[in-house]
């Protein structure tokens, strides 16, 4: 298609706007803001270790335990540090919250505040980094709640803990080959290519749909021992493949960054699953509900998928926690919906040793 003819994130926006006559145009210039912090973290990540001389600054940040009890990479600094300084300034939003920050962080002062909360992951699958694996900045909007837009004050951890399906746009850019970002305003999902020879991001993958069926499931197999009894069901059943009641051979994929998982099911169809388990009962999962879950699960569903906790929807999770974290299946809606029907079916007793069973050699 000739580049004429292609849409930029702008002239879509503008479209979209137009479904509401009375929009004031506020979260239009928040997500191109949101866009810019996306390409300017680009340009930075393709660099690589070259990139020190570009930012020398970055040489001189990171190591530190964030939040979320990881070590900080120097890019997650910086990432996190653009998204701030891109979006504090503009008067669009009440406050803003961070993976990498432990609490909300405030719009200054000498800046106007607006009616839009920012939740973000700067930099998901930076330990990818090293060895040049697709990573990516994760990215929600909410509404701040009434109070805040009338007295102005700061905003407040509860202000944050809203439902997934309280975001009114989401999604995600991802720094591979070429750089995307991927977004929903609540209308379906888009693709947008970003073009260096304009700077601008274009409309490449109108409609994105999530096949309903697919062959193809992500897990981290070293976690099987942790497994729930339905998830390992789930699993055994797709590697038992033509000869397994599902009746056809399945392919696994595991690339450890959640962005470029989301964005192989959205290009082709799939299901990802970072389940609850037992590994640390501390945790009842490993992604963030508010940075990651909400937002890709927004995204899915909005393209015709499903998220899910593996028992309930993900977006109709109420968060309990700035930093909550909690299991995540999401993917083709058909194999989604199966492990929630596993999930919800009376566990099956293990098979044991017959050896030792109840009617063994050994009973009396």
Same mark, same amino acid.
């Given at each position: 298609?000739?580049?004429?003819?292609?849409?930029?994130?702008?002239?879509?926006?503008?479209?979209?706007?137009?479904?509401?006559?009375?929009?004031?145009?506020?979260?239009?210039?928040?997500?191109?803001?949101?866009?810019?912090?996306?390409?300017?973290?680009?340009?930075?990540?393709?660099?690589?270790?070259?990139?020190?001389?570009?930012?020398?600054?970055?040489?001189?940040?990171?190591?530190?335990?964030?939040?979320? %009890?990881?070590?900080?990479?120097?890019?997650?600094?910086?990432?996190?540090?653009?998204?701030?300084?891109?979006?504090?300034?503009?008067?669009?939003?009440? %406050?803003?919250?961070?993976?990498?920050?432990?609490?909300?962080?405030?719009?200054?002062?000498?800046?106007?505040?607006?009616?839009?909360?920012?939740?973000?992951?700067?930099?998901?699958?930076?330990?990818?980094?090293?060895?040049?694996?697709?990573?990516?900045?994760?990215?929600?909007?909410?509404?701040?709640?009434?109070?805040?837009?009338?007295?102005?004050?700061?905003?407040?951890?509860?202000?944050?803990?809203?439902?997934?399906?309280?975001?009114?746009?989401?999604?995600?850019?991802?720094?591979?080959?070429?750089?995307?970002?991927?977004?929903?305003?609540?209308?379906?999902?888009?693709?947008?290519?970003?073009?260096?020879?304009?700077?601008?991001?274009?409309?490449?993958?109108?409609?994105?749909?999530?096949?309903?069926?697919?062959?193809?499931?992500?897990?981290?197999?070293?976690?099987?021992?942790?497994?729930?009894?339905?998830?390992?069901?789930?699993?055994?059943?797709?590697?038992?493949?033509?000869?397994?009641?599902?009746?056809?051979?399945?392919?696994?994929?595991?690339?450890?960054?959640?962005?470029?998982?989301?964005?192989?099911?959205?290009?082709?169809?799939?299901?990802?699953?970072?389940?609850?388990?037992?590994?640390?009962?501390?945790?009842?999962?490993?992604?963030?509900?508010?940075?990651?879950?909400?937002?890709?699960?927004?995204?899915?569903?909005?393209? %015709?998928?499903?998220?899910?906790?593996?028992?309930?929807?993900?977006?109709?999770?109420?968060?309990?926690?700035?930093?909550?974290?909690? %299991?995540?299946?999401?993917?083709?809606?058909?194999?989604?919906?199966?492990?929630?029907?596993?999930?919800?079916?009376?566990?099956?007793?293990?098979?044991?040793?017959?050896?030792?069973?109840?009617?063994?050699?050994?009973?009396?």
């Amino acid at each position: 298609m000739p580049l004429s003819q292609r849409w930029t994130l702008t002239r879509y926006l503008i479209e979209e706007r137009r479904r509401f006559p009375g929009a004031s145009g506020d979260l239009n210039a928040l997500i191109l803001d949101v866009s810019l912090a996306c390409k300017a973290i680009a340009r930075i990540v393709s660099f690589g270790v070259l990139g020190d001389s570009l930012t020398p600054q970055v040489t001189a940040v990171g190591g530190d335990v964030n939040v979320q %009890g990881e070590v900080q990479k120097p890019l997650d600094v910086l990432s996190n540090e653009i998204f701030i300084r891109m979006n504090e300034w503009n008067g669009h939003l009440a %406050g803003m919250a961070s993976e990498e920050m432990e609490t909300p962080q405030q719009i200054p002062a000498a800046f106007p505040r607006g009616k839009y909360l920012l939740t973000f992951d700067p930099l998901d699958g930076s330990s990818n980094i090293d060895v040049n694996v697709s990573v990516g900045s994760i990215f929600s909007i909410l509404r701040a709640p009434q109070a805040v837009i009338d007295s102005g004050r700061d905003v407040t951890v509860d202000d944050f803990l809203q439902p997934g399906t309280e975001q009114v746009a989401a999604g995600y850019a991802i720094y591979g080959p070429v750089t995307m970002l991927v977004l929903t305003v609540g209308n379906g999902v888009a693709g947008f290519t970003l073009n260096h020879n304009l700077g601008e991001f274009v409309l490449t993958h109108p409609n994105i749909r999530v096949p309903a069926d697919t062959s193809e499931f992500a897990i981290n197999t070293s976690n099987s021992r942790f497994w729930e009894p339905p998830v390992k069901r789930y699993v055994d059943e797709c590697l038992a493949g033509k000869t397994g009641p599902r009746g056809r051979d399945f392919n696994m994929r595991w690339i450890a960054s959640m962005v470029a998982e989301a964005h192989r099911i959205l290009m082709r169809g799939g299901v990802f699953m970072y389940p609850r388990d037992t590994k640390d009962p501390a945790k009842p999962g490993r992604l963030r509900l508010l940075y990651e879950a909400n937002p890709i699960g927004f995204v899915m569903e909005q393209a %015709g998928g499903r998220a899910s906790t593996g028992r309930q929807p993900v977006l109709g999770v109420k968060p309990s926690s700035l930093h909550q974290r909690i %299991g995540l299946v999401f993917g083709s809606r058909n194999e989604v919906e199966r492990i929630e029907r596993y999930h919800h079916e009376p566990a099956e007793r293990e098979p044991c040793n017959p050896l030792f069973a109840e009617r063994s050699l050994f009973r009396d």
